[in-house]
């Protein structure tokens, strides 16, 4: 009789002990999110400048995941860069603001002509954001900004204090009930 108590006891902590881990699952929100414009932007056959302004990034990327930086003028690839994260000078999260900066590129290019810059994450799940602008008459026109959407990891099951402390006891009982067969054996 006493075993068959035990029994239910262990079946009701290991419930207990389930729904204390699910109850814990935690997922991680990414992102890269581009915001607002430059001052101005000064465009000519070889290159592109923009001035500081409020032209601005915010990411949340995965550890030891890849990002993918493209840059593209017209139809040719100016700039094309894949890099762990975190890397030296790009942490894994952070803030940028008032970004000023030049893209140049050694083949001449007719305006009118689009400038893209484009920033992927390589996590699986991960998503494009953009920057483009129109170049025309040596002027930046027609900013767009497209945000990917945010992503996430798989969800990851945690222990919380209390499932720990089931999980310990089902596992003392379980020894006890071991030995108990042995010694009766």
């Known amino acids: 009789m006493r075993m068959r108590n035990l029994r239910g006891a262990l079946r009701f902590l290991l419930l207990v002990s389930a729904l204390c881990v699910a ?23 070889t290159s592109v400048s923009w001035s500081t302004g409020t032209l601005g990034v915010r990411w949340n990327l995965p550890s030891g995941s ?9 139809a040719m690839v100016v700039y094309e ?6 890397d030296v000078g790009f942490p894994a999260s952070g803030t ?11 083949t001449p290019l007719a305006m009118p002509y689009t400038y893209t810059y ?37 969800t990851i099951p945690m222990l919380g204090a209390w499932a720990l402390a089931a999980l310990i006891v089902i596992l003392a009982a379980s020894s006890l009930l071991v030995l108990r067969r042995r010694r009766a054996v």
Not at 66 to 74: H, K, L, M, S
Not at 96 to 106: D, E, K, L, V
């Open 23 to 45: 109850g814990e699952a935690m997922s991680q929100s990414y992102f890269f999110t581009l915001s607002g414009a430059p001052s101005s932007v000064t465009c000519t056959t």
């Open 66 to 74: 890849q990002a993918y930086e493209r840059e593209t003028a017209g």
């Open 81 to 86: 860069n894949t890099s762990p994260v975190p």
């Open 96 to 106: 940028i603001s008032g970004i000023a900066n030049t893209s140049t590129w050694p």
């Open 118 to 154: 484009s920033f992927t994450s390589l996590y699986p799940g991960g998503t494009t954001s953009t920057y483009s602008l129109d170049c025309v008459g040596g002027v930046g026109t027609n900013l767009r900004i497209s945000n990917g959407a945010r992503f996430t990891t798989a």
